[in-house]
T-cell receptor, first 113, second 118 residues
Framework: EAGVVQSPRYKIIEKKQPVAFWCNPISGHNTLYWYLQNLGQGPELLIR????????DSQLPKDRFSAERLKGVDSTLKIQPAELGDSAVYLC???????????FGQGTRLTVV | QKEVEQNSGPLSVPEGAIASLNCTYS??????FFWYRQYSGKSPELIMFIYSNGDKEDGRFTAQLNKASQYVSLLIRDSQPSDSATYLCAAKMGAINMIYNQGGKLIFGQGTELSVKP
């Protein structure tokens, strides 16, 4: 069974430029999470989807971040414009249901210069 | 107060010893608990989950849950240098929180760095 797939693995952009990350969850997983992880810290939740509905986006900086999960399958997270402080690893995870464990993709390491 | 707290470490143990990793959580609505291992430069990997009070064993790993004390732990027996990594504790709210859209929210601690010395 294929795991969670994220792309790109690495991205370097100049500040004020836009950037987008893509995630394809494990087949059949209804719950999809986007996390941000800074060096030496645990993952911090940005947004959680149940199917195509964003049920928890309270930690998403909506002035510059946006996300979508069309048709309740793959998802895109966008930053526009990027700031230096956005440099981090962006992790996508999926879960088969509200009680089950979440499985992570390889992550996207973003560097804003 | 953070919702899930761990000692950041580093925790250093000799090879063959038992490593004990601890985690506390603040929300009594949390229903399920997870331990992830994260090697440097890699993404978190699920190693254990526990839903009920008591112990759950899987090979060299034992997860312990005490809901009254809001405490979760992970024991690693016969520690190996390959166990050296950061261990993340996570708590997931259960269905009781669904009306507030919190059900399924998965919150992580800051992680404990474990170093197993040969």
């Amino acid at each position: 069974e294929a795991g969670v797939v994220q792309s790109p693995r690495y991205k370097i952009i100049e500040k004020k430029q836009p950037v987008a990350f893509w995630c394809n969850p494990i087949s059949g997983h209804n719950t999809l999470y986007w996390y941000l992880q800074n060096l030496g810290q645990g993952p911090e939740l940005l947004i959680r989807y149940e199917n195509e509905e964003a049920v928890d986006d309270s930690q998403l900086p909506k002035d510059r971040f946006s996300a979508e999960r069309l048709k309740g399958v793959d998802s895109t997270l966008k930053i526009q414009p990027a700031e230096l402080g956005d440099s981090a690893v962006y992790l996508c995870a999926s879960s088969p249901g509200t009680g089950g464990p979440a499985f992570f993709g390889q992550g996207t390491r973003l560097t804003v210069v | 107060q953070k919702e899930v707290e761990q000692n950041s470490g580093p925790l250093s143990v000799p090879e063959g010893a038992i490593a004990s990793l601890n985690c506390t959580y603040s929300d009594r609505g949390s229903q399920s608990f997870f331990w992830y291992r994260q090697y440097s430069g890699k993404s978190p990997e699920l190693i254990m989950f526990i839903y009920s009070n008591g112990d759950k064993e899987d090979g060299r790993f034992t997860a312990q849950l005490n809901k009254a004390s809001q405490y979760v732990s992970l024991l690693i027996r016969d520690s190996q240098p390959s166990d050296s990594a950061t261990y993340l504790c996570a708590a997931k709210m259960g269905a009781i929180n669904m009306i507030y859209n919190q059900g399924g929210k998965l919150i992580f601690g800051q992680g404990t760095e474990l170093s197993v010395k040969p």
